[in-house]
């Protein structure tokens, strides 16, 4: 009997995103499911296995180091980790300022610094940021460089990141960190043969975006929604045939980036009409 243990995809956060690029990436592999809560795991869980995957869950709170060291201690109980996928988060409607810098911001950082250490050879992983990094007032180069290497505990003390003056602005500074971190962790990745991503959705129907859309800001979103190029919020299968083509084979030179995938919303925040550019 073959005891060959399957390689593993593992799933930070395993919402509508996540498991829409779980399905597109996972055939013949083991699933592992960590969320902020067991039923929230085991929800996703259940859905992935009636798709014909073999699933494990469990919880996880990525603001904590142990926690995450915990998802990586169990994954590779499984099998070799071929794949990642970190897409948890939460967004300024949803959390306070402090949370969302734990989890997206910090929570991030460790997830990637954690997972660099034990890829497998040929593996890749890929953060879920936002289009909200490119929104945010321009960053220095020092400081830029700082959300790219800082030791992660390092983070939430520079003096720019504790000074973050709203929810909104936590959001966007903890996704401009994001997309710099996947550069910082690609040199590392490359000591083990795997490559990290990221992609920066916009408006995307998923319970997240709900709660923007029909949040405290919804007058704001409502009208990037008008006004995209695109005419239509996303979906998380577009978001996850993106992912499929940066993680799988066609993308092997592919590394280090982050990927905008917002209907145009951030081009035209930049160069359409001048108005509610908050």
Request: contains cysteine.
């Amino acid at each position: 009997m073959n005891q060959t243990k399957k390689d593993i995809t593992v799933v930070i956060g395993s919402g509508g995103i996540g498991q829409a690029i779980a399905r597109r990436i996972s055939s013949g592999r083991h699933i592992l499911v960590a969320n902020h809560t067991q039923e929230a795991s085991d929800t996703a869980a259940k859905v992935l296995e009636n798709a014909g995957f073999a699933v494990t869950a469990m919880q996880a709170d990525i603001s904590s180091r142990a926690a995450i060291q915990a998802v990586v201690a169990k994954a590779q109980s499984l099998g070799p980790i071929k794949a990642l996928v970190q897409a948890a988060g939460v967004s300024p409607s949803q959390a306070p300022i402090e949370s969302i810098l734990r989890v997206d911001l910090y929570g991030t950082a460790v997830v990637l610094e954690e997972f660099g250490k034990v890829m497998a050879e040929g593996g890749s992983g890929v953060v879920i940021s936002s289009q909200s990094g490119y929104r945010m007032p321009a960053l220095t180069a020092a400081q830029d460089a700082l959300l790219a290497t800082a030791p992660p505990e390092a983070l939430l003390e520079l003096d720019f990141v504790k000074n973050v003056e709203s929810t909104l602005h936590a959001y966007q500074m903890s996704k401009r960190c994001n997309s710099l971190r996947v550069r910082g962790e690609a040199v590392q990745w490359a000591k083990r043969g795997a490559r990290i991503n990221a992609i920066s959705p916009g408006i995307i129907v998923t319970p997240l975006a709900h709660d923007e859309l029909y949040g405290e800001r919804a007058d704001f979103y409502q009208a990037m929604l008008r006004k995209m190029p695109a005419g239509r919020a996303g979906t998380p299968d577009e978001v996850a045939a993106l992912a499929a083509l940066v993680m799988g084979p066609e993308g092997g030179f592919i590394t280090g980036s982050d990927f905008l995938i917002d209907g145009g919303a951030t081009a035209n925040f930049y160069y359409g009409p001048k108005e509610e550019k908050s």
